[in-house]
């Protein structure tokens, strides 16, 4: 099946100006354009789509994008969202986390290739979280859901993590056993692409799990090659 995306704007010309956007960087996707709330969550209710573009203000509805976001995650989909407002980011961006957006990009602070990257990246996390839900053996000890990126659970407790390190952390976990090279490492981060960047979210990862498993050794640092999430002994 193929990939469909909602774009939900109330003004036409960023609506078309953003569904060309995802056309050009992924030709063949099926986009929906709705310009109210109603229709909008009308639509959530009847189709399933892979991502959510939106706006925070429809219309006269100042916070319409918030009451859509909670539609969303009241449905079983979890489809993921990507808000895109001229809403302040300093004050909105962490609002949206709250309500599980995936990234919140402030209207006429971001270029074309930044929605890209940003639209690109909840396509991979998506395809990430199908193949972790597919290997990840029952009562596995961390829960980390790719597009719920500030919910990571090990043995029942949140794990406190920068969302970069998360990134990592879902890229070292859902290939668990295997090396995970410095240069695929470089695919996940946005900006800083070296080795002593990867190293300090490595280290800020391996703290945060310190503070509630003392005992916690599971990133193995593989010299001049990358990093390995490993499984305990006797799961070997």
């Known amino acids: 099946m193929g990939i469909k995306v909602a774009v939900i704007e109330d003004d036409i010309p960023t609506s078309k100006q953003i569904r060309e956007w995802i056309r050009a960087a992924r030709p063949g996707i099926a986009i929906d354009a709705w310009f109210n709330r109603d ?17 925070i203000e429809l219309g006269r509805e100042r916070h319409a994008g918030v009451a859509i976001i909670n539609a969303i995650n009241k449905s079983a989909r979890g489809t993921p969202v990507l808000v895109v407002s001229a809403m302040p980011a300093a004050i909105y961006r962490g609002i949206m986390k709250a309500l599980d957006a995936w990234d919140y990009l402030q209207k006429t602070a971001f270029e074309e290739a930044d929605f890209i990257d940003t639209f690109l990246e ?10 972790s839900h597919a290997a990840a053996p029952a009562g596995d000890e961390l829960s980390l859901d790719p597009l719920r990126q500030n919910t990571p659970l090990w043995r029942g407790k949140r794990v406190n ?12 976990y859902q290939r668990r056993g295997e090396v995970v090279s410095y240069d695929e490492l470089f695919q996940v981060v946005k900006s800083g692409r070296n080795r002593d960047n990867i190293r300090k979210h490595v280290s800020t990862i391996r703290e945060a799990f310190r503070e509630l498993d003392e005992n916690f050794d599971r990133i193995e640092n593989i010299p001049m090659r990358g990093f390995r999430w490993a499984e305990p002994a006797h799961k070997l």
């Open 122 to 131: 909840i396509l991979r996390a998506s395809r990430e979280r199908e193949a």
């Open 161 to 172: 993590l920068p969302l970069t390190a998360q990134r990592i952390l879902a890229a070292l």
């Open 39 to 55: 229709d909008a969550e009308a639509a959530i209710t009847r189709e399933s789509y892979d991502v959510v573009v939106l706006d």
